[in-house]
């Protein structure tokens, strides 16, 4: 039920250890409520539901998340092609993908959390020059549309997300308020 209602606020435009590489398709029949979807530190259903939903939008690396709008699938670039406003925290792999997203300044400053599709490293900065730390993440394998999610306490300023490490050429983000 909460999956249906997460759906219908999506379609409404409302805003609110390793493991084999995947592609950012769901795939047909993924179960939303399989025990490695459920598994996280924390309730990701309406990620799920987001993910999952059709018409999900397609940003390019670069790009802005639309206002009112919590996901969507990032189209990333060879990391070699990547230029990111400040450097990613860890180095990736060569062979590997990423991108930057800008999205639009919270209304509310608070607990945010930013999740993915698939394996990836995730910076966040509110100053587009520094890293701010995650205050909390949670990973499980397994999960056919949801490989991770990484908690930051942000102001109400634009937020630049810097992607790197995957292994595909998209992705589906979600940036919401922490539940």
Do not use: N
Request: glycine share 10%.
């Amino acid at each position: 039920m909460r999956i249906a209602a997460a759906v219908l606020l999506l379609a409404a435009g409302t805003a609110e250890a390793q493991e084999p590489a995947r592609s950012a398709e769901v795939p047909p029949g993924a179960s939303a409520d399989s025990a490695a979807c459920t598994g996280f530190d924390w309730a990701l259903l309406r990620e799920q539901a987001w993910f999952a939903a059709p018409g999900l939008p397609q940003v390019a690396s670069g790009g802005t998340l639309p206002v009112g709008m919590p996901g969507a699938l990032l189209g990333l670039k060879p990391q070699a092609e990547v230029v990111p406003p400040f450097p990613p925290s860890r180095e990736a792999k060569p062979g590997t993908y990423g991108g930057v997203l800008t999205v639009p300044a919270p209304v509310t400053p608070g607990l945010y959390q930013v999740t993915l599709s698939d394996r990836a490293w995730i910076d966040v900065s509110q100053d587009g020059k520094t890293p701010r730390s995650p205050v909390a993440h949670t990973m499980r394998p397994g999960c056919a549309v949801l490989a991770k999610s990484v908690r930051f306490q942000l102001g109400a300023v634009p937020i630049t997300i810097v992607v790197s490490g995957a292994e595909a050429d998209t992705i589906r983000i979600a940036v919401a308020p922490a539940e």
